[in-house]
C-alpha cells in the first residue's frame, strides 16, 4: 500500500463482504493456465481467505502470500494455516514495491492491491522479471474510482474541516485494460485483459448503510483514520455526512436492498519462455 501518511488495515471490517470481494479473485485465477505450478505467491493477500484458494487449486505447490500490513498477515496466519498443516501454505509481510523473490516463481497473483501503489505501471517491468519463463503473472484492480461511491468521499474531505487533515492520504487509482495490455507486450508476453462489472445487491435489512460499510474497509480507510487521528468526533461527523450522501446517491428500494455497481480490471499474462 502507498501513499504519504500511514494506515492500517481492519481484516473484520474487510472481510464483511469476503463474498462478494472474491468472486472477481475465482474469476482471475480461472484463467491462469499454469497446470503444476512449484511456487505460486499472492502478493497483497489481506487476510488470506483467497490466498487458501490458491492453495486448494495447487495442493503440490508452495503457496506463500504476503502483504505489508502485519494486521492482515496475523489474521491470515490465525484463521488460515492450519496448525496441522504440511507448511505448504504461509504468510509473511512484505511491500510489493520493494519485494524480491529468492527464486523466480511459477505463478504470481496480485489482487486488489496495486490500485494503492502510485506510478504502480512501473514496476510490472519488476513484476514479470520474479515470474519464471512459461509463468503468470495475473492481478485484478478496481476501476471504478468515478463512481459515486469514491467522488463523494474525495469531494467531502475537500471541505472544511475535513481537509485540513486529509491533504497528502493514499489515493488509489487504476488503468483501463488497453493500458496494462500494451505495457506487458512490450515486455514480451502474451496479455489477456478485459473489464467486469458487478452488481452487488447489499441489504439494508441489518445495515442501513452497507455502501458506507464497503467503502470503510478500503477506499475510505485512509480517511477516517486520518480524521479520527486528529479527533473521533471528526471523525465522526465526516461519517454521518457520507453516510448520508451515500444514502442519496444509493437509495434503498422497498424490497430492502442497494445496488452498487462495481467495475473491475483484470489481467492475466504469460510471461515468453525467451525471458532472460
Not at 475465482?26 to 505450478?37: E, F, N, Q, T
Not at 499472492?42 to 502483504?67: F, H, I, S
Not at 474510482?145 to 463523494?152: G, K, T
Not at 424490497?255 to 455497481?261: K, M, Q, W
Amino acid at each position: 500500500m502507498a501513499g504519504t501518511q500511514p494506515h492500517s488495515w481492519d481484516p473484520e471490517r474487510y472481510l464483511t463482504f469476503a463474498d462478494e470481494r472474491g468472486r472477481p479473485f475465482v474469476d482471475l485465477i480461472s484463467r491462469i493456465g499454469a497446470p503444476a505450478p512449484a511456487a505460486v505467491v499472492d502478493l497483497g493477500c489481506g487476510p488470506g481467505n483467497l490466498t487458501r484458494l490458491l492453495a486448494e487449486r495447487w495442493p503440490q505447490a508452495q503457496v506463500t502470500g504476503l502483504d505489508s500490513s502485519p494486521e492482515m498477515i496475523a489474521a491470515a496466519r490465525r484463521d488460515v494455516v492450519r496448525p496441522d498443516g504440511d507448511g505448504s501454505l504461509s504468510f509473511g509481510v512484505a511491500d510489493l514495491r520493494e519485494w524480491r523473490p529468492d527464486a523466480p516463481v511459477d505463478v504470481l497473483v496480485s489482487n486488489a492491491t496495486l490500485q494503492w501503489v502510485g506510478g504502480h505501471l512501473d514496476l510490472l517491468p519488476r513484476l514479470v522479471e520474479a515470474v519464471a519463463p512459461g509463468g503468470w503473472l495475473a492481478f485484478q484492480v478496481p476501476g471504478n474510482f468515478a463512481e459515486p461511491s469514491h467522488e463523494i468521499r474525495r469531494v467531502l474531505a475537500d471541505e472544511a474541516p475535513y481537509v485540513a487533515h486529509t491533504r497528502g492520504l493514499a489515493t488509489p487509482a487504476s488503468h483501463d485494460p488497453t493500458v496494462y495490455l500494451e505495457a506487458l507486450a512490450a515486455l514480451g508476453c502474451a496479455v489477456d485483459a478485459w473489464e467486469t462489472t458487478y452488481l452487488h445487491v447489499l441489504s439494508t435489512r441489518a445495515d442501513p448503510d452497507p455502501v458506507f460499510t464497503w467503502v470503510s474497509g478500503t477506499g475510505a480507510r485512509p480517511t477516517l483514520q486520518a480524521l479520527e487521528a486528529e479527533s473521533a468526533g471528526l471523525r465522526g461527523e465526516f461519517e454521518e455526512e457520507l453516510k448520508a450522501r451515500l444514502r442519496t446517491a444509493y437509495p434503498p428500494s422497498d424490497r430492502g436492498r442497494v445496488l452498487l455497481p462495481f467495475r473491475r480490471v483484470f489481467v492475466v499474462a504469460r510471461v515468453s519462455r525467451g525471458a532472460r
